[in-house]
T-cell receptor, first 113, second 112 residues
Framework: DQQVKQNSPSLSVQEGRISILNCDYTNSMFDYFLWYKKYPAEGPTFLISISSIKDKNEDGRFTVFLNKSAKHLSLHIVPSQPGDSAVYFCAASEGGANSKLTFGKGITLSVRP | KAGVTQTPRYLIKTRGQQVTLSCSPISGHRSVSWYQQTPGQGLQFLFEYFSETQRNKGNFPGRFSGRQFSNSRSEMNVSTLELGDSALYLC???????????FGQGTRLTVV
């Protein structure tokens, strides 16, 4: 049972436009969410996180939105740059003693110059 | 500040052998987690250590084990290797649990 789902395997956007990456989850115990970016043959790089007590968190060009009632979060990248081309993983944690990260399968973002 | 360091970066082993992977966390980080990444299954949690104690374990067979030392460095061991164990093994460290986890570059294990 996949508890974190990234239903679109890929996304292609024009440089300068907005990239919106979506993520859905099924476990209502998740209370901490993270986005990671990954290049081939490298480990994931932490991008941004959000706690369930918030509905938005912003860091530079990256904004994460959380809709708890819909069990949905999204990552907005504005403006998109060619260097943003990578695989993006959504991850979630129940927190407390059960702090393991459950990852989605990732979405490949391609930003066209 | 040095990042998470994993050694070795690449490893080729034969079926039936065992392997030990090493992870040095970021200085000051006491939580170390291990993940397996494969094309079909994505990133899957193996186990987490905090202050030398295993706090969480994923759904992997007992052939996968780990430990953490007093300096927070961690090792994971896979015994009786199978072809399906070929994967990128990633280590992540964080200050305490439920904070941002920072990943190393991984160890690419190939079992032939």
């Amino acid at each position: 049972d996949q508890q974190v789902k990234q239903n679109s395997p890929s996304l292609s956007v024009q440089e300068g436009r907005i990239s919106i990456l979506n993520c859905d989850y099924t476990n209502s115990m998740f209370d901490y969410f993270l986005w990671y970016k990954k290049y081939p043959a490298e480990g994931p790089t932490f991008l941004i996180s959000i706690s369930s007590i918030k509905d938005k968190n912003e860091d530079g060009r990256f904004t994460v939105f959380l809709n708890k009632s819909a069990k949905h979060l999204s990552l907005h990248i504005v403006p998109s740059q060619p260097g943003d081309s990578a695989v993006y993983f959504c991850a979630a944690s129940e927190g407390g003693a059960n702090s393991k990260l459950t990852f989605g399968k990732g979405i490949t973002l391609s930003v066209r110059p | 500040k040095a990042g998470v360091t994993q050694t070795p970066r690449y490893l080729i082993k034969t079926r039936g052998q065992q392997v030990t992977l090493s992870c040095s966390p970021i200085s000051g980080h006491r939580s170390v987690s291990w993940y397996q990444q494969t094309p079909g299954q994505g990133l899957q949690f193996l186990f987490e250590y905090f202050s030398e104690t295993q706090r969480n374990k994923g759904n992997f067979p007992g052939r996968f084990s780990g430990r953490q030392f007093s300096n927070s460095r961690s090792e994971m061991n896979v015994s009786t290797l199978e072809l399906g164990d070929s994967a990128l093994y990633l280590c992540a460290s964080s200050v305490v649990w439920n904070t941002e986890a920072f990943f190393g570059q991984g160890t690419r294990l190939t079992v032939v």
